[in-house]
């Protein structure tokens, strides 16, 4: 299954809305594991699309996009950065382009603007950390990181988020269950 150096983690408690007041997923993910999850806000706001951000919303490369990054910590030890990035027509002037905590979630809070996630694709590849991943996530120079890019598109097949979240390869597990039918 896995060691407590490494980290078992599911794509499908972070898909669905929460309510106001309960726990973020990370930290109640973490906290039934036995562990603990916290995560600071880096930066949030405007910053042109990257390439591949701009792909999978629409967008022309450098047309502005809402991003929030935040740090995951897993026991205090950083766990895997997390850019979110949404089109400024549904984040721009809304708690999305903030650094505060949003109440029950971002999630919730595309849903409650009219953009409720119905389905994801996700796409994950490995590759060598840039110095920037190396030094943010405390990983060796040796050491792979695993980049899982998440497009959410709402009831109408519009793209309304893309994360793109980057862990060290040797502290991760990444599991999926899908039912069929």
Same mark, same amino acid.
């Given at each position: 299954?896995?060691n ?12 669905a809305?929460?309510a106001?007041?309960?726990p ?6 973490t906290?039934?594991q036995g562990r603990?999850g916290?995560?600071r ?5 405007e910053?042109?699309?990257p390439a591949?951000v701009?792909?999978?919303?629409? @967008?022309?490369?450098g047309e502005?996009?809402?991003v929030? =990054?935040?740090?995951? &910590?897993l026991d %205090?030890?950083p766990?895997e950065l ?5 089109p400024?027509?549904?984040?721009r002037g ?5 650094t505060?905590?949003?109440?029950g979630?971002a999630?919730?809070?595309?849903a409650?603007?009219?953009?409720a ?6 796409d994950v590849?490995?590759?060598?950390p840039?110095?920037?991943e190396?030094?943010? @996530?405390?990983?060796?120079?040796d050491?792979?990181v695993l =980049?899982?890019?998440r &497009?959410t598109l %709402?009831g ?5 988020q893309?994360?793109?979240m980057?862990?060290?390869a040797h502290r991760?597990r990444l ?6 039918g």
């Open positions: 299954m896995g407590r150096s490494q980290w078992v983690s599911s794509s499908v408690p972070y898909l809305p929460h106001v007041g309960a973020d997923v990370w930290s109640a993910e906290a039934a603990r916290t995560q806000i880096l930066h949030a706001g910053v042109p699309a591949v701009a792909e999978l919303l629409g @967008l022309r490369e502005p996009v809402v929030r =990054r935040r740090m995951m &910590l %205090d030890v766990n997390t850019d979110t990035y949404y400024v027509e549904i984040a809304t708690r999305l382009a903030g505060a905590k949003i109440p979630g999630v919730a809070l595309l409650e603007l009219g953009y996630g119905a389905k994801v694709r996700e590849t490995a590759h060598m840039n110095d920037e190396r030094a943010a @996530l405390h990983t060796a120079p050491e792979p =980049r899982l890019t &497009l %709402d109408r097949d519009r793209p309304v893309v994360d793109v980057t862990m060290p991760q599991h999926y269950e899908l039912t069929i």
